[in-house]
Structures are given as structure tokens and as C-alpha cells.
């Protein structure tokens, strides 16, 4: 079974605060990974993706890979209220094989 | 970047109607494309793989008899609801690989269906 998991949360941080999320998948062979911001109402919008262990970072954005440990993180400095957003996390399996987490609601308050 | 159009954006229909909503590559092609379904607060259900030129592959519990997957040329699938009933009501999104060989999904904007 290919899953992936997420806290379904909310999470909730205070303006300026980092936010971290975080996923884990099931299958070893995994090899790609992504985050995803969802606003409501509105379809998925790619933040960044990862390949490798370890960190790669995007502006206020990091994501953090761990084979090893099939765990994949995401971490927000310098929340903004306009970060509010479900998060998803997705791993890609097999190529055209993308299995996403439920999603981790995140609330930045002003 | 890669762009994937989706129409309509919203479109409320009576129950037992049919209802097609479109997805395009704009700037790709896609022999792959995705159909997702979102119910409120939950998160995105895949419906069906979309294949150019050859029937679409679907997920467990999907009818495939309701949800008709046309994926006729590289750049256009469409999903076409069938016999439609308030328990349709949704937000359909689909989505592509884009072409840049990094394996990233690109989603359209969502169709908002709302069956009365």
C-alpha cells in the first residue's frame, strides 16, 4: 500500500513564527517529493519539490528530505497571515504514480 | 511555465443531466493527464489516469460508466459526468506532467459542479 501521511492539524502559528509540516511515506523507493499549497476553494499551486536527502531551500521556504527515516518536511520562516493554506504533501512512486497526503490546514495569525 | 487550462470554472446543472468539463495543455502536450475529485475540508480523491489515444485507467470505486474519460488529442482530456445527482457536486481538478522532465504536476483551476 502506498500511503502518504500528514497531520491533518490545523496549525496554528503566530505572524513572524515558523511553521513546520510534516509528511511521511510508506514506500522505500520513493523518489520524488513535493509541496503543495491549497487555498480554499482553489486547486493545488507546486511550492517546491526534492530529490536528494537533506535541505533545499526556496525563499522562506525549506524542504527537508529523510530517506532513511521516509520523512519529508516542510518548514515556513517568517509566517504571513497569507500562508494560511492546506498543505500537501505528495510523493511521486513510480513516475505518473503521485499519491498525495490528506493535506495539514495551517493558520497564521495576524 | 507549464499551463493547464480547465473549463468550466463552476457550472450547476439540473439532477439527471450531463455534464462535460474540459482540460487543456496550453503550452505542452500531455499524453498522461489526471482527474481528481475534492469534497469540502477532505482532500484530493484521483479518480482516473487519462491516456491519450487508449481508455483511461480508473480508480477503485470510480464508475467508469458515470465519469467518461475522452483524452482524444495531446493537449485535451475531458471528464464527462453523466446522469448527474446532487451527491456529484464537487471540485473537479485535473492535472498534467508538465514537460520540463522534473516529474511536477500541474493542476488546472478546478470545475466547481454543483448538481440541484
Known amino acids: 500500500q502506498k500511503e502518504v501521511e500528514q497531520n491533518s492539524g490545523p496549525l496554528s502559528v503566530p505572524e513572524g513564527a515558523i511553521a513546520s509540516l510534516n509528511c511521511t511515506y510508506s514506500?522505500?523507493?520513493?523518489?520524488?517529493f513535493f509541496w503543495y499549497r491549497q487555498y480554499s476553494g482553489k486547486s493545488p499551486e507546486l511550492i517546491m519539490f526534492i530529490y536528494s536527502n537533506g535541505d533545499k531551500e526556496d525563499g522562506r521556504f525549506t524542504a527537508q528530505l529523510n530517506k532513511a527515516s521516509q520523512y519529508v518536511s516542510l518548514l515556513i520562516r517568517d509566517s504571513q497571515p497569507s500562508d494560511s493554506a492546506t498543505y500537501l504533501c505528495a510523493v511521486d512512486y513510480n513516475n505518473n504514480d503521485m499519491r498525495f497526503g490528506a493535506g495539514t490546514r495551517l493558520t497564521v495569525k495576524p | 511555465g507549464a499551463v493547464v487550462s480547465q473549463h468550466p470554472s463552476r457550472v450547476i446543472c439540473k439532477s439527471g443531466t450531463s455534464v462535460k468539463i474540459e482540460c487543456r495543455s496550453l503550452d505542452f502536450q500531455a499524453t498522461t493527464m489526471f482527474w481528481y475529485r475534492q469534497f469540502p475540508k477532505q482532500s484530493l480523491m484521483l479518480m482516473a489516469t487519462s491516456n491519450e489515444g487508449s481508455k483511461a485507467t480508473y480508480e477503485q470505486g470510480v464508475e467508469k460508466d458515470k465519469f467518461l474519460i475522452n483524452h482524444a488529442s495531446l493537449t485535451l482530456s475531458t471528464l464527462t459526468v453523466t446522469s448527474a445527482h446532487p451527491e456529484d457536486s464537487s471540485f473537479y481538478i485535473c492535472?498534467?506532467?508538465?514537460?520540463?522532465?522534473?516529474?511536477?504536476?500541474?493542476f488546472g483551476a478546478g470545475s466547481r459542479l454543483t448538481v440541484l
Open positions: 514506500d522505500r523507493g520513493s523518489q520524488s
Open positions: 492535472s498534467a506532467y508538465d514537460s520540463s522532465g522534473a516529474n511536477v504536476l500541474t
